[in-house]
């Protein structure tokens, strides 16, 4: 039956000359979009940029997520209206977002950021400036300009993720204010939300049936852009960021130190000859300063050997090299002196 609806809907696309979208078709199905995917939003790339809310389209016989993104309107003055899906008579039929100088009625459902069920909080325009109001957006006030904070718009209500209006999703009716929005002249999705939303279908992690509700990608900063990833910067992810930024740093100054090391280490021989001449020269200095100071201290141990020691202690001998004439060797004593014996007997036979 699926396929059935499908088929039709392109040949009718074909025969009018439009390119097929299946999630802005009126079609119908009997399965229940799945609930919103949880995301933080990314930070406002810059001034001018509008942000639109993820939601499940349905095509390839299966519900898939476009991820949330910021985008420029159409025109000065435009604001966007998401699209939503509608509960009636046992099928649920997609209800296409449009761009119009006023909000109109997208079902009731909370997609967050600004679109809480019922109007728009996020921004308004002033003139031909788009002011972004930072107590509901994510933005980086040194990026963006023009912004202003209105902190009452921002109420404390039970957030559920239902997708879908009408029985057992949402209850909400249109207000008047509503209803009249929806007759002014309206703006179709942009072509740059058109590709947005071709990447997601194209993207099988994108698909419900492979996701189970929790897609791959639920934000994105800007269409297109080479950073086509979840790049929702939520403050611990900006620290995680800050965190990244300085482990390069680190690494990066290991990098010159390890060359630094390496280049030293491949220095050339005569380098390494120079720095070990310089050692063996200060080394000989330290020698000859301990030499010149080695006879001052003989002379001082000289002195102090001179001098009469306590009483009861016999005076030191003098050193033999300093008194030559004081002493004989003992062996010329022995030859130059009889013994007293041997002369008394020598006396006594001359009396005789």
């Known amino acids: 039956m699926l396929k059935l609806i499908r088929v039709r809907f ?20 009997t399965i229940a979009p799945p609930v919103l995917a949880v995301y933080d939003q990314p930070l406002c790339p810059g001034d001018g940029y509008i942000w639109t809310p ?10 898939y997520w476009v991820p949330g993104v910021w985008v420029l309107a159409p025109q000065p003055g435009y604001l966007w209206t998401p699209g939503y899906w509608g509960f009636e008579g046992g099928h649920y039929g997609w209800h296409a977002g449009y761009w119009g100088r006023h909000i109109g009625f997208y079902g009731g459902v909370n997609y967050g950021f600004g679109y809480f069920g019922s109007g728009f909080v996020g921004g308004r325009w002033e003139g031909g400036r788009f002011l972004c109001n930072t107590a509901v957006w994510h933005v980086n006030t040194t990026v963006v300009h023009n912004t202003y904070v209105d902190r009452t718009v921002i109420r404390n209500v039970t957030v559920n993720r239902v997708s879908f209006n009408g029985a057992g999703g ?39 049936s492979v996701n189970k509700g929790n897609p791959t990608k639920t934000t994105v900063t800007k269409v297109g852009a080479s950073e086509e990833v979840n790049r929702a910067a939520t403050p611990t992810e900006e620290r995680k960021e800050a965190t990244k930024e300085t482990t390069k740093e680190e690494t990066t100054t290991k990098e010159q130190a390890t060359k630094e090391e ?37 002379e001082e141990k000289a002195k102090a050997e001179e001098k009469p020691k306590a009483e009861g202690q016999p005076k030191a001998e003098t050193q033999k090299e300093h ?30």
């Open 262 to 298: 390496t280049t030293k280490a491949n220095e050339p021989p005569k380098g390494r000859e120079e720095v070990t001449k310089e050692k063996e020269q200060t080394n000989k200095e330290e020698v000859k300063g301990k030499e010149a100071a080695t006879p001052a201290k003989r």
């Open 170 to 208: 949402i209850e909400a009716r249109p207000t008047a204010e509503e209803e009249d929005a929806a007759r002014e002249q309206h703006v179709e999705a942009t072509q740059e939300q058109r590709t947005h939303e071709e990447t997601a279908i194209r993207d099988n992690n994108q698909r419900f």
């Open 323 to 352: 008194h030559p004439d004081n002493a004989k060797p003992a062996e010329e004593k022995a030859k130059g002196e009889k013994p007293k014996g041997e002369k008394n007997e020598k006396e006594k036979k001359q009396q005789q």
């Open 10 to 29: 392109i040949l009718l696309a074909l025969l009018l000359g439009m390119t097929p979208s299946l999630s802005s078709a009126d079609i119908s199905i």
């Open 54 to 63: 993820g939601y499940w389209a349905y095509g390839e016989d299966d519900y």
